[in-house]
């Protein structure tokens, strides 16, 4: 078992930043690979970055490539979301998740156990 708790979250305008972060309760957090995904209102959840559990390996989602960044510190048990240029579609409750088993970075929700509460990010135009 591993709780996540987010935080970071807030109001900023178009092209402003916002880093968030996930912290883990386990003092394995380095077997976890670990993702960020977001839900906008009426939409689904959907995919947004992840790690590896080493931190070797990212992968994003398209419409956030080369304006958001993933990163991790395992002697902290965090992960963080760097979030650049922000825009109004990326106004959502970002949700930190976790894997177990160093299987390397994965983008379905069905691949991840464990979840966060959700830290509302809301982009004013």
């Known amino acids: 078992q591993v709780q996540l708790v987010e935080s970071g979250g807030g109001l900023v305008q178009a092209g402003g930043s916002l880093r968030l ?14 993702g960020w995904f977001r839900q906008a209102p009426g939409k689904e959840r959907e995919f947004v970055a992840a790690i590896s559990w080493s931190g070797g390996s990212t992968y994003y989602s398209d419409s956030v490539k080369g304006r958001f960044t993933i990163s991790r510190d395992n002697a902290k048990n ?36 464990y979840w966060g509460q959700g830290t509302q990010v809301t982009v004013s135009s």
């Open 21 to 34: 972060s996930c912290a883990a309760s386990r003092r394995t957090f380095n077997n976890y690979d670990m």
């Open 78 to 113: 965090t992960v963080d979301l760097e979030m650049n240029t922000l825009k109004p579609e990326d106004t959502a409750v970002y949700y930190c998740a976790a894997r177990g088993g160093r299987l390397g970075v994965a983008s379905r929700q069905e691949q991840y156990a």
